[in-house]
């Protein structure tokens, strides 16, 4: 099984700072790799796709980078609706998820 | 619009069993790989399960294997979830979601989740 590791646990940051969320694989996941968006209450949402690609409906402030087993996620200028939990998974292998990273209000 | 409805959540004995369905709306069904993906109280986001289109291909995540079934009826729109021998650990929300259209795991929609609670 592929395990995803997710840090920090806990990002607190301001509106109008960058976050960046990382995501490490314990092997290579080449560029199969999905962020999601959970706010409390909701299913989560479809942010990133294959590492880099914006899904329909994300701004341009969400972008995604990354190969093998390490990534990142960036939301340049956090606007009060990005603060949520995200989640990594990798759909290289038999799917697997990373145990989130919570951006909060500072 | 693209909706995924879950029902069938609720509270159950351990060693006992319950079906999850999930009716969808908006997209023709018979095109679309569908999935279970569920989420412990307080936790992360686990795949439970997923089936092709066509119905050809199942696929389970090793804590369920043996224990659930996954199905579709594409005259229906409809996905289920037949849950055997329940465990407290399987307690979760369970949601319904749909693949890309051209994405093999890329959960685009997501129902509203249906809670199943095992005591």
């Known amino acids: 099984e592929v395990v995803l590791t997710q840090s920090p646990a806990t990002l607190s940051l301001s509106p109008g700072e960058r976050a960046t969320l990382s995501c490490r694989a314990s092997e290579s996941v080449r560029n199969y790799l999905v962020w999601y968006q959970q706010k409390p209450g909701q299913a989560p949402r479809l942010v990133i796709y294959?590492?880099?690609n914006r899904a329909t409906g994300i701004p341009a402030r969400f972008s995604g980078s990354g190969s093998g087993t390490d990534f990142t996620l960036t939301i340049n200028s956090l606007e009060p609706e990005d603060f949520a939990v995200y989640y990594c998974q990798q759909r290289s292998k038999t799917t697997t998820f990373g145990g989130g990273t919570k951006v909060e209000i500072k | 619009e693209v909706q995924l409805v879950e029902s069938g959540g609720g509270l159950v004995k351990s060693g006992g069993s319950l079906r999850l369905s999930c009716a969808a709306s908006g997209f023709t069904f018979n095109k679309y790989g569908m999935n279970w993906v569920r989420q412990a109280p307080g936790k992360g986001l686990e795949w439970v399960s997923s089936?092709?289109?066509?119905?050809?291909?199942?696929s389970y995540a090793d804590s369920v294997k043996g224990r659930f079934t996954i199905s579709r009826d594409n005259a229906k729109n409809s996905l289920s979830l037949q849950m055997h021998s329940l465990r407290a650990d399987d307690t979760a929300v369970y949601y319904c979601?749909?693949?890309?259209?051209?994405?093999?795991?890329?959960?685009?929609?997501w129902g509203q989740g249906t809670l199943v609670t095992v005591s």
């Open positions: 089936i092709t289109s066509t119905a050809s291909y199942t």
């Open positions: 294959d590492t880099s």
């Open positions: 979601t749909r693949d890309d259209a051209r994405l093999l795991s890329v959960y685009e929609f």
